[in-house]
């Protein structure tokens, strides 16, 4: 297999597991739509927010509707208190969930008035939106690029491994050293500023995302070691096969959540994804 085209599969699959994972992430917007006098409109629901400021929540609405905003703190039998949307121009209206602190959820959903129809929106199924504090960007854009190389590498490798070519080998050193300072330099900073806590997965904690890169990580340390000295591509595949599988499951599954009876931050919560 050609250089070249070892590395437009790689990126192939790097891009697809990445837009998967993105798409099905529970703190990824919620997409709606609904029809209004005849007309189809599409909005996103925000189901991440900042600790440090209330939380935008914008439809595209006439002004001769009318909306409510219901949420609540989620995962408890609080009554639903309603917040109304505002006009922001002829097309926009917006309400503002209220400023939590990180890890805190609420639970929201929403009601349409036109004329004597209320239409309700996700009021079966309201969204779950968790907050989080500020992550500085030195520090977050430096891991999402370490963990995108991570994963592209070990696909390099993984296919370098399958065709026989003996690159593999260095890909995967490659690939180890990325999943290390993406994962267990960088993470840890961005799991401290986001939710107080560096590290929620084991033998800590039941964070999805923290044991996940933990299992990466151990993977390619036992792939690397393994060909240190012989060739075993076999390995090294099957390292690549793993990680793919496991950097599909959505980030931030079973993530960090504020317990509000405790007022403690837990962790291996799995958030509901409507």
């Given amino acids: 297999m050609k250089k070249a085209l070892l590395w437009i599969a790689a990126i192939i699959v790097t891009i697809l597991a990445a837009i998967y994972q993105r798409d099905t992430g529970p703190t990824n917007p919620k997409r709606i739509t609904y029809t209004i006098e005849g007309t189809t409109y599409k909005a996103k629901l925000p189901r991440s927010g900042n600790s440090t400021s209330d ?19 989620y995962s408890t039998q609080d009554s639903f208190s309603p917040i109304p ?42 969204v779950v939106i968790r907050y989080k504090g500020d992550v500085p960007a030195w520090a977050l854009i430096p891991h ?22 003996e690159s593999f080998r260095k890909f995967a050193i490659i690939t180890l050293v990325l999943l290390l300072v993406g994962g267990f330099v960088l993470g840890p900073i961005i799991q401290f500023y986001a939710f107080g806590q560096a590290w929620t997965g084991f033998p800590l904690g039941f964070d ?23 060739s075993r591509p076999k390995i090294v595949i099957a390292a690549a ?28 919560v799995i958030m509901r994804v409507p």
């Fill in 241 to 268: 096969i793993v990680t793919i599988v496991v950097f599909s499951i959505p980030h931030s599954t079973k993530g960090s959540e504020l317990n509000y009876e405790t007022g403690k931050v837990v962790s291996g």
């Fill in 144 to 165: 999402i690029l370490a963990m995108f190389l991570a994963m592209l590498y070990s696909s390099l490798a993984g296919l370098a491994a399958a065709f026989k070519m």
């Fill in 55 to 73: 939380c935008k929540v914008s439809l595209n609405l006439p002004l001769t509707s009318t909306a409510t905003l219901y949420f609540r703190r």
């Fill in 85 to 126: 949307f505002i006009p922001e121009d002829e097309k926009t209206q917006s309400a503002y969930l209220p400023q939590m602190p990180p890890a805190a959820k609420l639970e929201y959903y929403i009601v349409v008035n036109e004329g004597n129809n209320p239409m309700e929106i996700m009021r079966n199924s309201p």
């Fill in 208 to 230: 999805l995302t923290d044991n996940k890169t933990l299992i990466a990580l151990l993977i390619w340390l036992a792939a690397v070691i393994a060909n240190r000295k012989h």
